[in-house]
């Protein structure tokens, strides 16, 4: 376990200096073209190579990107070329907003498709055609959209939920379970129209396996075969749709962060690339693909706890 | 951009089956539909000019943010100009962004994956990395990086997000091709000279043509949302109407006007979901295709325990009581796709004693493992008992009402007085539970045992099974033992709980001649010690032989002829019985039968 683990763990890492490298050298590589950007068409060509120099963009690409790869190790990922922020704080201050959506989206969707794609798979009938139905919309229907309905008739319209803004859990935990319920509603959909779909069809696929056959011949119950084995060996699959829909979900949260105007990542991803604040686009990017790689070894971790066989190879 | 690469991304053979999907597809109402609105949506973004003369860029102060009018069809926006203008030549370039995404995806993701999968190696390995590298890529974060770097142009962005997409299209092609390489008319067009290329047009595209154009409209749709999405946040170029960026526009005014954030929205969900709907009904035509010849669903019937109409244990016939079990005109039926069923079991009768062996003899599909399934209460869900009596020490199993065995009359005779010894050794074991756990949890549910009793008792039924080294097998995975060991644990499961009757189902079929011989010889064994009666349905007159003392013969789906091994097998009376032994002794010296020496043990 301990070398899987390992292993894991050294690919994750490999995984994020390549597309730290691939996205500098793809937001960079314009090169003066940046400068100019920032500074506007009405800037003369000296204030322009000022500005570039100023910002060291004059240096050749594979000099940056070793300058920028030796500060980011020590966790320093430059500052705000607008508010001079450091991109860490910037990035760490508005963490809590899009973790607390992420973190909710996904205990909720685990819950909600575990408990659909059971009932669907073994009560079949009118809970399998709904789950299969819904399987449709969360393909159909952009998530964004479903944001916008239910942004306009819920909270503009009903005025049941807030429309925008966040707060705190630590300042009063029921207005933010408020604030967030619109937000967290709109990508839960699209997440157990994947995932519940995934893991009925895998329980419906585990138990036409001979061994349940063969553990409902030594008299154990029902219920402990299908919530202790059954659930066991259909679980890998779901949970790899999971971890890709979770890759979905970073996405998912900025345009749902816009939406509700919550001041999470998401909006600073926005923000930063309207105005062409590049250090923090980056930064963006790079702490993505670390909640990715994190949640990709916790569900490696978990598929090899539930599938001895997943340990070895 | 043209509009015939919209109308088909994917150039790829059209051979005859294609068009018996897409004549499905045309039948399905669902499919149609979804065609029909992406087929209406496109035409009219192309004829925009024709069908409004209106410039969608016209602005118009004095009327902003009008209701729908003569002059505006669908009103105006707030800088007064034509909505249904703009959302016409919005829809040229939604389409045409959408179409360059999958293009992109299809020219990224099927020829790697045509060559990952047909030649494997290095390549196989690099292009794998690179596809799990790009599915840890969030695609909006991604493309704002782009935008950021590189500018608002939607070709910038959906050419990107067309990569991002390859890797759903390499991975369907490399899995479809990796399990077509292994397939034998490949082979023999490999051995009769063909080159890879043609080997790879000819017959591996063939095989995942289908797939890839459900995927692509599935990606279409995808691409479509993403775009929108993007100009929804403002990120688009503005330059030109977009659906997106309506919906920006409408978003902002909501308050004002809900009905102009309608239109984008209702424009944006109906093409996206017409694509999503049309690459589903294009995969149900396709598995339809494939699947609709063995509907069998093979999941397990529950009846409920409380149940009206039971046949009262009084109406068992009294001779029926003398045997532990009796199976008498047993009929089971699967219902066929039109409607009709299918009978696989029919008016079969025997019984069992205690402490006898009979043997159910036929060719496979003759209806042997029906009849064992349909004792043990384990018949797939969509087969049903038609007709006959499953009588246990006395007590009648079939529910009249059901057509199943009753589950409140069987759930506490399984594994404690009925048990069971599969065919297939390995996949009959739990991979995710250890052996130890497997031996032990009915001993605990069904005995009462502590943890550590069934622990001590499972481990001396290892023993007893002739495991060598017990603790090390207690505590293994399946996938850690071979198949005869397995079989060994199979068989210790199945007696653990000491029952009075064992169905064994082929149960040497799946192991080594070597290992056969050892698994009968431990069968005989504890069918001795414990008294068990046992079922066992084989095609091995030689198993029958070795172990059983009557015997039954049966051959499509009825019995040819039963009763004493050593009768049947000297002076068999049917002429079928007598080929069936033929055929299993052919080749084969032909040996002293009934002999303790015969040749199961001897091996």
């Given at each position: 376990m301990l070398v899987f683990l390992g292993r894991r763990i050294l690919s994750g890492a490999i995984l994020l200096v390549v597309i730290s490298a691939l996205t500098f050298t793809l937001i960079f590589s314009t090169g003066g073209n940046i400068a100019r950007t920032l500074l506007g068409d009405y800037a003369t060509d000296g204030q322009v190579a000022l500005k570039a120099q100023e910002l060291g963009l004059d240096r050749p690409l594979v000099e940056q990107l070793v300058n920028w790869f030796t500060h980011a190790v020590t966790g320093d990922f430059g500052r705000s070329w607008f508010t001079s922020e450091p991109v860490t704080q910037a990035i760490m201050g508005r963490l809590p907003v899009t973790l607390s959506i992420v973190f909710l989206v996904m205990t909720i969707s685990v819950v909600l498709s575990v408990t659909l794609g059971l009932l669907a798979a073994t009560?079949?009938?009118?809970?399998?055609?709904?789950?299969?139905?819904?399987?449709?919309?969360?393909?159909?229907?952009?998530?964004?959209?479903?944001?916008?309905?239910?942004?306009?008739?819920?909270?503009?319209?009903?005025?049941?939920?807030?429309?925008?803004?966040?707060?705190?859990f630590g300042q009063d935990p029921a207005a933010w379970a408020l604030s967030l319920f619109l937000?967290?509603?709109?990508?839960?959909?699209?997440?157990?129209?994947?995932?519940?779909?995934?893991?009925?069809?895998?329980?419906?696929?585990?138990?036409?396996?001979?061994?349940v056959r063969t553990l409902r011949s030594r008299g154990l119950g029902e219920r402990e075969i299908l919530l202790k084995h059954v659930l066991r060996s259909a679980s890998p699959p779901g949970l790899t749709v999971l971890a890709l829909q979770f890759v979905g979900l970073l996405g998912g949260t900025v345009i749902v962060e816009q939406v509700f105007s919550l001041p999470g990542i998401g909006f600073l991803a926005v923000q930063s690339t309207t105005r062409g604040d590049l250090p923090v686009v980056l930064g963006v990017v790079v702490f993505t693909v670390i909640m990715v790689i994190l949640i990709n070894l916790a569900i490696d971790v978990l598929v090899g706890w539930l599938n001895p066989k997943a340990r070895i190879s | 951009?043209?509009?015939?690469?919209?109308?088909?991304?994917?150039?790829?053979?059209?051979?005859?089956?294609?068009?018996?999907?897409?004549?499905?597809?045309?039948?399905?109402?669902?499919?149609?539909?979804?065609?029909?609105?992406?087929?209406?949506?496109?035409?009219?973004?192309y004829l925009a000019g024709f069908i409004t003369p209106i410039d969608p860029n016209a602005t118009d102060l004095s009327s902003v943010l009008a209701g729908p009018s003569g002059a505006h069809p669908l009103g105006t926006d707030s800088a007064g100009r034509d909505v249904l203008a703009r959302l016409l030549w919005g829809g040229q370039s939604t389409f045409a962004a959408a179409a360059l995404?999958?293009?992109?995806?299809?020219?990224?993701?099927?020829?790697?994956?045509?060559?990952?999968?047909?030649?494997?190696?290095?390549?196989?390995?690099?292009?794998?990395?690179?596809?799990?590298?790009?599915?840890?890529?969030?695609?909006?974060?991604?493309?704002l990086a782009a935008r950021a770097a590189l500018g608002p142009?939607?070709?910038?962005?959906?050419?990107?997000?067309?990569?991002?997409?390859?890797?759903?299209?390499?991975?369907?092609?490399?899995?479809?091709?990796?399990?077509?390489?292994?397939?034998?008319?490949?082979?023999?067009?490999?051995?009769?000279?063909?080159?890879?290329?043609?080997?790879?047009?000819?017959?591996?595209?063939?095989?995942?043509?289908?797939?890839?154009?459900?995927?692509?409209?599935?990606?279409?749709?995808?691409?479509?949302?993403?775009?929108?999405?993007?100009?929804?946040?403002?990120?688009?170029?503005?330059?030109?109407?977009?659906?997106?960026?309506?919906?920006?526009?409408?978003?902002?005014?909501?308050?004002?006007?809900?009905?102009?954030?309608?239109?984008?929205?209702?424009?944006?969900?109906?093409?996206?979901?017409?694509?999503?709907?049309?690459?589903?009904?294009?995969?149900?035509?396709?598995?339809?295709?494939?699947?609709?010849?063995?509907?069998?669903?093979?999941?397990?019937?529950?009846?409920?325990?409380?149940?009206?109409?039971?046949?009262?244990?009084?109406?068992?016939?009294?001779?029926?009581?003398?045997?532990?079990?009796?199976?008498?005109?047993?009929?089971?039926?699967?219902?066929?796709?039109?409607?009709?069923?299918?009978?696989?079991?029919?008016?079969?009768?025997?019984?069992?004693?205690?402490?006898?062996?009979?043997?159910?003899?036929?060719?496979?599909?003759?209806g042997k493992t029906q009849t064992?399934?349909?004792?043990?209460?384990?018949?797939?869900?969509?087969?049903?008992i038609a007709e006959g009596h499953i009588v246990f020490d006395g007590i009648e199993l079939v529910s009249r009402t059901s057509g199943a065995v009753s589950r409140s009359r069987m759930d506490p005779l399984r594994g404690t007085r009925i048990a069971y010894v599969p065919q297939e050794p390995m996949s009959n074991l739990d991979p995710a539970f250890t052996v130890g756990y497997q031996l032990s949890r009915?001993?605990?549910?069904?005995?009462?045992?502590?943890?550590?009793?069934?622990?001590?008792?499972?481990?001396?039924?290892?023993?007893?099974?002739?495991?060598?080294?017990?603790?090390?097998?207690?505590?293994?995975?399946?996938?850690?033992?071979?198949?005869?060991?397995?079989?060994?644990?199979?068989?210790?499961?199945?007696?653990?709980?000491?029952?009075?009757?064992?169905?064994a189902d082929e149960p040497t079929t799946a192991l080594d001649v070597t290992v056969q011989a050892e698994v009968l010889e431990l069968l005989r064994t504890l069918q001795s010690e414990l008294r068990m009666g046992v079922l066992m349905v084989t095609h091995n007159f030689g198993v029958v032989a070795d172990l059983c003392d009557r015997v039954v013969v049966m051959r499509d789906s009825r019995i040819v002829e039963s009763g004493d091994v050593v009768t049947i097998l000297s002076r068999p009376s049917e002429d079928y019985t007598r080929t069936l032994l033929a055929s299993t002794l052919e080749g084969k010296t032909p040996r002293t039968l009934l002999l303790s020496d015969s040749a199961g043990e001897t091996a």
């Open positions: 009560k079949r009938g009118l809970v399998d055609r709904a789950t299969q139905g819904l399987a449709i919309f969360g393909a159909a229907v952009p998530g964004f959209i479903v944001a916008i309905v239910l942004v306009t008739t819920l909270a503009l319209q009903a005025r049941i939920f807030p429309a925008t803004g966040f707060v705190p937000p967290v509603a709109a990508l839960v959909v699209g997440t157990v129209a994947a995932s519940a779909q995934q893991i009925r069809s895998s329980i419906i696929d585990v138990l036409r396996r001979d061994y | 951009m043209t509009e015939a690469t919209i109308a088909s991304p994917v150039s790829l053979p059209a051979p005859r089956s294609r068009t018996r999907i897409v004549r499905r597809v045309l039948r399905d109402p669902v499919g149609i539909t979804a065609l029909a609105i992406l087929i209406v949506a496109i035409s009219a973004s995404a999958t293009v992109v995806a299809l020219a990224a993701g099927v020829p790697s994956g045509l060559i990952a999968g047909y030649y494997g190696g290095w390549f196989d390995a690099g292009t794998s990395w690179i596809t799990n590298m790009l599915m840890s890529l969030p695609a909006v974060v991604v493309l142009s939607v070709w910038i962005s959906m050419a990107l997000f067309g990569v991002l997409l390859g890797p759903s299209f390499f991975r369907l092609v490399r899995t479809s091709v990796i399990s077509v390489r292994g397939e034998l008319y490949v082979d023999a067009a490999r051995v009769s000279g063909l080159s890879d290329a043609r080997i790879i047009s000819r017959h591996v595209l063939y095989v995942v043509r289908a797939p890839i154009v459900i995927q692509a409209a599935i990606i279409a749709g995808i691409a479509i949302g993403i775009q929108a999405g993007l100009e929804f946040l403002g990120l688009g170029d503005s330059s030109a109407p977009t659906w997106g960026m309506m919906l920006n526009e409408g978003f902002r005014n909501v308050l004002l006007s809900p009905l102009f954030l309608l239109w984008p929205a209702l424009a944006i969900t109906l093409v996206t979901a017409a694509f999503a709907v049309l690459g589903n009904s294009l995969r149900d035509a396709l598995e339809d295709d494939e699947i609709t010849p063995r509907t069998k669903g093979r999941a397990i019937k529950h009846i409920p325990h409380s149940e009206a109409g039971l046949v009262p244990t009084g109406s068992v016939a009294a001779a029926d009581t003398d045997h532990l079990l009796v199976v008498r005109d047993l009929s089971v039926e699967y219902p066929r796709a039109d409607g009709t069923t299918k009978r696989v079991v029919d008016g079969v009768s025997f019984h069992v004693d205690r402490g006898e062996v009979v043997g159910i003899v036929g060719e496979s599909g003759s064992a399934f349909s004792v043990l209460g384990l018949l797939p869900e969509t087969a049903s009915p001993l605990v549910k069904r005995l009462g045992l502590s943890r550590a009793a069934a622990k001590k008792r499972a481990l001396e039924l290892l023993a007893t099974v002739g495991i060598p080294d017990p603790g090390r097998t207690y505590a293994a995975y399946p996938h850690e033992i071979s198949g005869g060991m397995a079989q060994r644990v199979l068989i210790a499961g199945a007696v653990s709980c000491e029952p009075d009757l064992l169905i």
